[in-house]
């Protein structure tokens, strides 16, 4: 076939995927079918994934050898050391553990059933007896599931422990830290690097996840890497580097819902490389990439199916509406100065400021980036998507940045105001390395602000839930004794992840004579219950309005407490009985226990006399 026209049936094809792409996942198949798909398809679907990834990462490093290797160690090693210097001045101010509930709760339990069942799946509540789970029940989530199916594979390594997510973000901190330097040094400079890695290391947001259980250095790894990608993409001959571009953008895609658009990035640079070239030069691989977006559409699907997801109306969770009250918050969260948020003042400014700099020389300067190469090409196109997803977040219902679950939604245009510095240096001031006073200022900030404003947000108070949960975490892996037990809480899924038997709130208040009975016939030693309060001036104890109370028919005996801030106690109680009950407070009868069939499987019965959640949520069967 004539070369022409191979290039054109290339692009008919790659349309052909894209149109299915969209349509498989969003209009053809039915909800149900998607959450079937998810739940047991996407750990192999993702693994096929990241084994393409690898296969053509191997490209850009094929001359890579023993020599090529000492050279770079010699000539990058002031950035390595203060690399792992910073890996470890990050981990020294905050805790480790879960920091933004219940979705790193949630993440985790999907990489839980994806190490052991290879399903993705949240588990909400389940009946353990051992290591076996005899029953269990939970939902599809609507996170797109890379991260979750990165950490199954630490647990397939090392063997499945809670905290292995906590040592999978350490090992990515350093890893970013590598990647931002690489992607600064690329376009600017050695020295502008380091400057960079002083930056980031003064960000308190940054701090915070390098302990935490969630996917955002993932995401910044991946932002990083498709950078680079794109920086291989444009300096290489023909199509050369456009596949890894390709699965990077798709890596991307898999691991935030928004993230998918960074498919633009590859599309965008192919475009533009054609029309400099004046030539299609489309791989087959290319034409058939948007066919691998099915997976985290397949997701989307799932989070736009259902309302309990959304937790607000599908019309009101992106509205211009938000956007007024969103900025005012947005600012807020960037320039605070009495240190109540995990914002860095200092980036914030110079980032800016920077960024209006190099904006204006982009504009001025558009032509020349059209028809020739340069080095803020591919991280100005990136940053478009940034922008875009920045806007997307200001936007949304639950976009205010000075609350501590959505600030890490400005750590793309964060991670951006850390390139912006260094490449507004070199192409608006045209320094060739920065002053030692722009060390010295990042270095006295990191030392004087930084590190006592992080080690701060430890106490913050609208942290109180993630620390009570992690108390209460860690003392259930500490002071359970062994056995079998069952563990009541508000939200179960945490406590899920220790591979103990648990029940939500919900549920148990419900059935209150059914969780007796599985003490009672000596299916599990204990009963606990997690339980939040604070005092009123009678010394009564009283739930606070945010959490919902165990059902009072329950006698209750403290075996620990932990008071978490002023007047705010987690308590572990342990269920020692249970009260008559009145007209007030009383069971319906068709929630009574079954009678025990002896003859039965006990999975069964488990199953049917404890109805373990609401059937809200994407369950699959």
């Known amino acids: 076939m004539p070369e022409k026209s191979q290039t054109f049936l290339k692009i008919g094809i790659a349309a052909i995927a894209a149109i299915l792409a969209l349509l498989i996942p969003l209009k053809i198949i039915s909800t149900e079918t998607a959450v079937h798909a998810v739940k047991?398809?996407?750990?192999?679907?993702?693994?096929?994934?990241?084994?393409?990834?690898?296969?053509?990462?191997?490209?850009?490093?094929?001359?890579?050898?023993?020599?090529?290797?000492?050279?770079?160690?010699?000539?990058?090693?002031?950035?390595?050391?203060?690399?792992l210097a910073a890996t470890c001045y990050l981990h020294t101010h905050v805790d480790r553990g879960?920091?933004?509930?219940?979705?790193?709760?949630?993440?985790?339990?999907?990489?839980?059933?994806?190490?052991?069942e290879q399903e993705a799946f949240v588990q909400t509540a389940s009946h353990n007896i051992g290591d076996d789970v005899i029953t269990k029940i939970g939902f599809v989530d609507k996170r797109p599931g890379l991260f979750p199916f990165v950490t199954s594979l630490v647990h397939n390594l090392t063997g499945y422990r809670l905290e292995n997510v906590f040592w999978l973000n350490s090992a990515l901190t350093l890893f970013l830290l590598g990647l931002i330097y690489t992607v600064v040094e690329k376009t600017t400079?050695?020295?502008?690097?380091?400057?960079?890695?002083?930056?980031?290391?003064?960000?308190?947001?940054?701090?915070?996840?390098?302990?935490?259980?969630?996917?955002?250095?993932?995401?910044?790894?991946?932002?990083?890497?498709?950078?680079?990608?794109?920086?291989?993409?444009?300096?290489?001959?023909?199509?050369?580097?456009?596949?890894?571009?390709?699965?990077?953008?798709?890596?991307?895609?898999?691991?935030r819902y928004e993230s998918v658009l960074y498919v633009l990035v590859p599309a965008t640079l192919f475009l533009l490389k054609s029309y400099r070239s004046k030539t299609l030069m489309l791989t087959w691989f290319a034409a058939l990439s948007p066919l691998l977006l099915i997976v985290p559409l397949l997701s989307y699907k799932i989070f736009q199916s259902y309302?309990?997801?959304?937790?607000?109306?599908?019309?009101?969770?992106?509205?211009?509406?938000?956007?007024?009250?969103?900025?005012?918050?947005?600012?807020?969260?960037?320039?605070?100065?009495?240190?109540?948020?995990?914002?860095?003042?200092?980036?914030s400014a110079a980032g800016i400021i920077s960024m209006l700099f190099l904006s204006i020389q982009c504009i001025r300067r558009a032509p020349f980036f059209i028809k020739s190469d340069n080095e803020l090409t591919v991280p100005f196109v990136v940053f478009l998507?940034?922008?875009?997803?920045?806007?997307?977040?200001?936007?949304?219902?639950?976009?205010?940045?000075?609350?501590?679950?959505?600030?890490?939604?400005?750590?793309?245009?964060?991670l951006f105001f850390v390139f912006s510095v260094p490449m507004a240096l070199l192409y608006d001031f045209k320094l060739q390395k920065p002053g030692k006073w722009m060390y010295a200022l990042a270095a006295l900030y990191i030392i004087g602000l930084s590190g006592s404003h992080t080690t701060r947000l430890n106490d913050e108070p609208r942290m109180s839930v993630s620390s009570g949960y992690d108390w209460a975490l860690h003392w259930?892996?500490?002071?359970?004794?062994?056995?079998?037990?069952?563990?009541?809480a508000e939200s179960a899924i945490g406590f899920g992840l220790l591979r103990q038997a648990t029940i939500p709130f919900v549920v148990a208040n419900q059935i209150p004579e059914r969780i007796l009975k599985t003490q009672e016939w000596g299916l599990y030693n204990?009963?606990?219950?997690?339980?939040?309060?604070?005092?009123?001036?009678?010394?009564?104890?009283?739930?606070?309005?945010?959490?919902?109370?165990?059902?009072?028919?329950?006698?209750?005996?403290?075996?620990?407490?932990?008071p978490i801030k002023e007047n705010l106690?987690?308590?572990?109680?342990?269920?020692?009985?249970?009260?008559?009950?009145?007209?007030?407070?009383?069971?319906?009868?068709?929630?009574?226990?079954?009678?025990?069939d002896p003859a039965g499987n006990l999975t069964d019965y488990l199953t049917s006399i404890l109805n373990l959640v609401p059937a809200t949520l994407p369950t699959a069967n």
């Open 569 to 596: 106690y987690y308590s572990i109680e342990r269920i020692v009985g249970l009260e008559a009950s009145t007209p007030q407070n009383a069971t319906v009868p068709a929630n009574l226990p079954p009678e025990v």
């Open 98 to 116: 879960f920091k933004i509930l219940f979705d790193e709760h949630v993440l985790s339990s999907t990489a839980m059933s994806m190490h052991h």
């Open 385 to 414: 998507v940034v922008a875009g997803n920045t806007f997307l977040a200001l936007i949304c219902y639950w976009g205010a940045w000075t609350d501590p679950a959505t600030s890490r939604f400005s750590f793309p245009l964060q």
């Open 307 to 347: 309302p309990n997801f959304i937790q607000t109306t599908g019309d009101n969770f992106f509205s211009l509406e938000h956007l007024p009250n969103n900025l005012a918050h947005a600012a807020t969260y960037l320039f605070e100065l009495t240190g109540d948020y995990s914002n860095s003042v200092l980036l």
């Open 189 to 255: 400079s050695r020295s502008h690097g380091i400057l960079a890695l002083l930056l980031v290391t003064g960000l308190p947001l940054f701090a915070q996840n390098t302990n935490g259980g969630g996917y955002e250095l993932l995401n910044l790894c991946l932002i990083c890497g498709l950078i680079l990608s794109g920086l291989h993409y444009m300096k290489s001959e023909g199509s050369e580097g456009l596949n890894l571009m390709l699965m990077v953008s798709i890596l991307l895609a898999n691991n």
């Open 476 to 488: 259930a892996q500490a002071e359970i004794p062994q056995g079998n037990h069952l563990i009541l």
């Open 526 to 562: 204990d009963i606990y219950a997690f339980t939040v309060y604070y005092l009123n001036g009678r010394g009564e104890k009283i739930t606070p309005r945010r959490y919902r109370s165990l059902n009072t028919r329950f006698e209750l005996e403290t075996v620990a407490v932990q």
């Open 40 to 83: 047991y398809y996407s750990y192999w679907m993702l693994g096929g994934t990241c084994v393409l990834f690898l296969f053509y990462l191997r490209q850009p490093f094929k001359s890579t050898n023993l020599a090529t290797i000492t050279a770079a160690l010699k000539k990058h090693w002031p950035a390595l050391i203060i690399i």
